[in-house]
């Protein structure tokens, strides 16, 4: 692995809270109708950055010509090729693979990607330049690059955000993107999870203890409205 790559706070150490996270975020599937509208990724190749166990993997090998998941953490590469080898149709499982790798040197050749797809994995604005390059040598022309990330000025969730993480600026990772050149849509999402002890769970690997501690005191219930910046670019 990379000397260079963040471990992530969440699913490295937490894989099956993610999931459980994963199964309920965005459950009215707002965000897939946005890029769909954008770009529908049907008959086209896909790459999935920062896949982690490859949760979005059987979305988009359903009608995709290909999928490739780019993972730098061993662990999850192994549960994201075991998701693979037990999607529901065959032809979805050829369609996919999970490979170890990073976002700053991507395993890919260039311009062979018509679609790339990063969620909450790597990109988070400043610093993230060496990956934005490696997208540019591998987007086809025509191509799109998704990146969906927190909407920390709104939603409930987005001030438990900003109350957990006071130093991060989302006025400045906004003028960074539109600098480089992309797109930005805002969009309402939820959580949604079927029961508190669920919901509580997520919430406490996505916030630290005390903040943690404090909203799931003050917010009853299993599920949080949440805004999310979809952000896009064509090359």
């Known amino acids: 692995m990379s000397s260079d790559v963040i471990p992530s706070p969440n699913i490295w150490h937490n894989p099956r809270t993610y999931e459980a996270e994963n199964r309920g975020v965005d459950p009215d599937r707002v965000i897939e109708t946005a890029m769909r509208r954008i770009h529908d990724w049907s ?5 999935d950055i920062g896949c982690g166990s490859g949760y979005h993997l059987p979305l988009f090998a359903h009608d995709a010509h290909r999928v490739i998941g780019v993972e730098p953490h061993p662990p999850l590469v192994r549960l994201a090729r075991r998701r693979i080898a037990h999607l529901d149709s065959p032809l979805d499982s050829r369609r996919a693979v999970a490979i170890g790798g990073t976002a700053q040197a991507l395993p890919l050749p260039p311009s062979s990607v018509d679609v790339a797809h990063a969620r909450w994995a790597y990109f988070f604005g400043p610093g993230c330049e060496r990956g934005l390059r490696e997208l540019a040598r591998v987007m086809r022309r025509g191509g799109t690059a998704f990146v969906i990330d927190n909407d920390a000025r709104r939603s409930t ?32 999402i939820r959580w949604q999870h079927p029961d508190r002890s669920s919901f509580e769970a997520v919430v406490r690997i996505e916030l630290p203890r005390d903040v943690a501690d404090a909203v799931l005191r003050e917010h009853p219930g299993t599920g949080v409205d949440y805004a999310v910046n979809l952000y896009w670019r064509q090359y």
Request: hydrophobic share 45%; glycine share 6%.
């Open 43 to 47: 008959k086209q190749t896909v790459v």
């Open 157 to 188: 969730f987005g001030h438990w955000f900003r109350r957990a993480f006071p130093t991060y600026d989302p006025i400045a990772v906004e003028r960074f993107w539109a600098r480089a050149g992309w797109h930005r849509e805002p969009l309402d």
